[in-house]
């Protein structure tokens, strides 16, 4: 079984390289700190606890990715920030696998601008 962040970043390697064109539209979302003082200023930032670890811009829209593993599970700040921002209509999708996410990413690279 792969760690969350091999699955990450295989997954954003695949994007990179197969959709260049798309590129700056998959974003990491900067989660942990490296310390705690940086971790005040992220804050200060405006740093959200519990954000998904990706985001896809596409066509209008902001798709939240977060990676797992096979039996990885969300920590109770994740689930709050899945219910705030599925209650405001984004998507959020939990990727246990980079099938998963090719089929995530097929789903929504074909559809027409929603303009």
Not at 29 to 50: M, T, V
Not at 68 to 95: A, L, S
């Amino acid at each position: 079984m792969q760690s969350e962040i091999k699955l990450q970043s295989t997954c954003f390697l695949w994007f990179h390289n197969t959709y260049p064109n798309e590129r700056g539209l998959l974003c990491y979302n900067l989660n942990n700190s490296a310390n705690k003082i940086q971790g005040n200023q992220n804050k200060a930032l405006g740093l959200i606890k519990g954000r998904s670890d990706m985001v896809y811009y596409k066509n209008g829209k902001a798709i939240m990715i977060e990676f797992k593993t096979e039996t990885g599970t969300q920590k109770p700040e994740q689930k709050d920030w899945e219910e705030i921002i599925t209650k405001q209509g984004f998507e959020y999708h939990i990727i246990r696998s980079f099938e998963q996410f090719q089929q995530l990413i097929w789903q929504n690279i074909n559809q027409p601008n929603a303009q």
